[in-house]
């Protein structure tokens, strides 16, 4: 009860905290957080290149909210939440130890990597929990509950619905039962395929919604799969691992990594079928995601399922090693994580160096798009006397901040270039047929005008917008007044998904 009460506690200090740093925080909505709020405004059975349930999740929060910060992100409060008392459910049930459950709760909300996701509403944060859930529901279903059985197969859907690399869940559930001798059994079980079922009727919209709509999902998957394309590069995978470590922080990563190793040794060694899952849950993923390194860049939150259920693992592993050092490796390796998470949300504590950090990635994705859309509000209301008109962007990124920080919340395009990516505002009514409108193009950096675009104007003019970080400068846009729209043509085919 005390381990329990100290994760409850836990939650709640720390949905308080996200919530007044959303709030009163220095920074924006993400270019991501931004477009899936896009989605949100037109709800539909599946998007471009993920699943609907971050569009329903941000348009239930925003419908009582309103479209702010807190409406947008309240979702990634809520869900984190969940995902931290599901880590301390594995730890106690699964690892048998209320401690391993409150320390690893504890563990995955002061890394880095978890911490940061638990305030910015994106695919991720709805995907660990559905994954999390997975693992739990999956561990009590192989007690024999056929409830729970399908119980997993719903969580399993709605996980894909979230993001779609939750089919790994499945990957890793044939895995488990193909090496555990003990599980086997249930090939011959109707449990497993009833869920499967179950699984299959959740996530038959978004199938529907693919093939009603040219498969542009599985083409966009292919390209980001780097699906044909050939050549090692021991760089990208040394990339790939470093970031790990990074944002795990690197004594968080090594504890993680040990967790897994002791949850297969123990597990094959004693017929325990909970930590054989939770390996099976995360050594496979996390080595996919290393062999598609060779091949590409991998992002950094891509892997972040493979080891999302192995913190109490990680505790777990080193409670048994028996050590009397091992506490002290504990609680230096839990400050580390609480340092480098601090200095993530508060980068400017570090001076100098931490104001040059805000104007480098990932800060420089959620600063400035306030301010750009005050100044695109005030041309705005300029641009209006001259007659109907439109705004948009070259990217999806921009064209989604217009739409959510421009007064009125407007409708915003994505302008078809050559050789971009698809993206979802392609599959929306577009600016083709808006002749005789006029046009705030926004385009970022230093931009000249040309293009076939701003050719299908009868004149175009430029202003360069500096945004600022305090009182320095820190990024460019150039927003355009164009006059006169003359239409354009439907492009039929794009060179990239």
Same mark, same amino acid.
């Given at each position: 009860?005390?381990?329990?009460?100290?994760?409850?506690?836990?939650?709640?200090?720390?949905?308080?905290?996200?919530?007044?740093?959303?709030?009163?925080?220095?920074?924006?909505?993400?270019?991501?957080?931004?477009?899936?709020?896009?989605?949100?405004?037109?709800?539909?059975?599946?998007?471009?290149?993920?699943?609907?349930?971050?569009?329903?999740?941000?348009?239930?929060?925003?419908?009582?909210?309103?479209?702010?910060?807190?409406?947008?992100?309240?979702?990634?409060?809520?869900?984190?939440?969940?995902?931290?008392?599901?880590?301390?459910?594995?730890?106690?049930?699964?690892?048998?130890?209320?401690?391993?459950?409150?320390?690893?709760?504890?563990?995955?909300?002061?890394?880095?990597?978890?911490?940061?996701?638990?305030?910015?509403?994106?695919?991720?944060?709805?995907?660990?929990?559905?994954?999390?859930?997975?693992?739990?529901?999956?561990?009590?279903?192989?007690?024999?509950?056929?409830?729970?059985?399908? +119980?997993? =197969?719903?969580? %399993? @859907?709605?996980?894909? /619905?979230?993001?779609?690399?939750? $089919? #790994?869940?499945? !990957?890793?559930?044939?895995?488990?039962?193909?090496?555990?001798?003990?599980?086997?059994?249930?090939?011959?079980?109707?449990?497993?395929?009833?869920?499967?079922?179950?699984?299959?009727?959740?996530?038959?919209?978004?199938?529907?919604?693919?093939?009603?709509?040219?498969?542009?999902?599985?083409?966009?998957?292919?390209?980001?799969?780097?699906?044909?394309?050939?050549?090692?590069?021991?760089? +990208?995978? =040394?990339?790939? %691992? @470093?970031?790990?470590? /990074?944002?795990?922080?690197?004594? $968080? #990563?090594?504890? !993680?990594?040990?967790?897994l190793a002791r949850c297969a040794v123990k597990g094959w060694k004693e017929a325990k079928s909970g930590l054989l899952l939770v390996f099976f849950t995360g050594a496979p993923l996390f080595l996919f995601f290393a062999v598609k390194s060779l091949h590409g860049k991998v992002q950094a939150n891509w892997a972040v399922a493979s080891y999302a259920a192995a913190f109490p693992a990680a505790v777990w592993a080193l409670e048994g090693a028996g050590k009397g050092w091992v506490r002290y490796l504990k609680a230096a390796t839990i400050i580390m994580a609480i340092a480098a998470s601090l200095v993530v949300y508060f980068p400017w504590t570090l001076g100098a160096f931490g104001e040059g950090l805000i104007r480098r990635p990932p800060y420089n994705r959620v600063t400035g798009w306030a301010e750009l859309g005050e100044n695109v509000s005030r041309e705005s209301v300029l641009l209006a006397k001259e007659g109907p008109f439109f705004i948009a962007s070259d990217t999806y990124q921009i064209t989604s901040e217009l739409a959510l920080y421009t007064k009125g919340n407007p409708v915003t395009y994505n302008i078809v270039t050559g050789g971009r990516r698809m993206n979802q505002y392609d599959l929306w009514p577009g600016y083709f047929d808006l002749s005789g409108y006029n046009a705030l193009y926004v385009r970022g950096g230093d931009a000249e005008a040309g293009g076939e675009f701003m050719g299908a104007f009868e004149r175009c003019e430029k202003e360069a917008v500096t945004l600022h970080w305090g009182d320095e400068p820190l990024k460019d846009f150039t927003i355009f007044r164009c006059y006169g729209f003359k239409g354009m043509e439907r492009p039929i085919e794009y060179e990239t998904y």
């Open positions: 009860m005390r381990h329990r009460n100290l994760t409850l506690l836990l939650i709640a200090v720390l949905a308080a905290f996200r919530v007044l740093y959303i709030v009163y925080g220095p920074f924006d909505i993400s270019p991501d957080e931004a477009h899936y709020w896009e989605w949100s405004r037109r709800l539909d059975l599946s998007y471009y290149s993920k699943g609907p349930a971050v569009a329903y999740v941000i348009a239930f929060f925003t419908s009582v909210l309103g479209p702010t910060e807190l409406g947008i992100r309240l979702g990634a409060v809520v869900f984190s939440s969940l995902t931290t008392y599901l880590i301390y459910l594995l730890g106690r049930d699964v690892f048998e130890s209320e401690s391993a459950g409150f320390y690893g709760a504890l563990l995955v909300n002061v890394t880095p990597i978890f911490s940061i996701g638990a305030i910015l509403m994106t695919t991720d944060v709805l995907f660990i929990f559905f994954w999390v859930l997975a693992v739990y529901c999956l561990a009590r279903a192989l007690q024999g509950k056929a409830r729970w059985w399908y +119980l997993s =197969g719903l969580v %399993i @859907g709605l996980g894909f /619905l979230s993001k779609y690399t939750m $089919v #790994f869940m499945c !990957l890793s559930l044939f895995l488990l039962l193909v090496f555990s001798k003990k599980e086997r059994r249930w090939f011959s079980r109707p449990e497993p395929y009833i869920a499967g079922i179950l699984s299959l009727i959740v996530v038959t919209p978004v199938i529907y919604w693919n093939i009603s709509h040219g498969q542009v999902t599985i083409r966009h998957t292919m390209g980001q799969a780097h699906l044909g394309s050939g050549g090692l590069s021991l760089s +990208l995978l =040394g990339d790939f %691992i @470093g970031s790990q470590a /990074l944002l795990a922080t690197p004594f $968080v #990563f090594l504890g !993680l990594i040990f967790g």
